[in-house]
């Protein structure tokens, strides 16, 4: 294990998911190190999750201190491919968030390929409060497409309709289910650049977009806790 800007990275690689056991990961980029040094609340959700390296600007960052070349660099897409491609190690998967569009999308695609699926797609306060039966987690694997923060707060609230769900893992993604459904959206030469957030400016405009942007520079300052 490695820690970096005061957050826990486990030695972990993408075919050890398989072997979880009603598992919580975060996918850590800019913004989740940014809401750790600011929000109690999510250190407090970070420091309890098997946490892995979604932006390319902390990992590397990461192997300039780290002496056993830690390799720990697992994208939300990266999970959800890899659920994809091994049918027999996941016989079922849920999809909770995204737009209706990519959340019915992506359920008939899973579907399709043999899978149980199960998706939701409803009202979710910023605090994580929602609408939703229990029954819906139950499923060896379980993408949340909620946005930073909301995501986090929506899985601690409904830790306890987990309880009885013998899932593998359950964790927050972001946008990733348009990414999955339009792997030409953003290249992977940008990926690899650490560019995604201003691509996907320049490809929708919206506040937001740019707000995540300075956040992702403001975060700078904390890569050497």
């Given at each position: ?72 660099y697992i ?32 359920t008939k ?27 819906i987690f ?88």
């Amino acid at each position: 294990m490695i820690n970096f800007s005061c957050i826990p990275f486990q030695k972990f690689k993408i075919d050890d998911l398989s072997n979880l056991k009603r598992s919580k990961i975060c996918t850590i980029n800019n913004e989740y190190i940014y809401n750790f040094h600011k929000d109690p609340r999510i250190k407090k959700i970070i420091l309890n999750s098997i946490n892995v390296f979604d932006g390319s600007y902390p990992f590397y960052f990461s192997k300039l201190y780290s002496k056993n070349n830690y390799q720990n660099y697992i994208t939300g897409i990266d999970l959800i491919h890899y659920v994809y491609n091994n049918f027999r190690k996941f016989k079922s998967v849920t999809f909770i968030g995204g737009s209706n569009l990519s959340n019915d999308r992506i359920t008939k695609i899973f579907k399709n390929r043999g899978f149980i699926v199960k998706n939701w797609c409803g009202y979710v306060s910023y605090d994580g409060s929602s609408k939703i039966k229990p029954e819906i987690f139950n499923s060896d694997a379980i993408f949340v497409a909620l946005g930073c923060k909301k995501q986090e707060f929506f899985i601690q609230k409904n830790l306890k309709n987990l309880k009885n769900c013998e899932y593998k893992f359950i964790s927050g993604i972001g946008g990733a289910f348009d990414i999955f459904l339009k792997p030409k959206y953003l290249p992977k030469v940008i990926h690899k650049l650490g560019l995604g957030p201003v691509w996907r400016l320049l490809m929708e405009p919206k506040i937001f977009r740019l707000k995540r942007i300075f956040t992702s520079i403001y975060t700078l300052k904390y890569y050497l806790r």
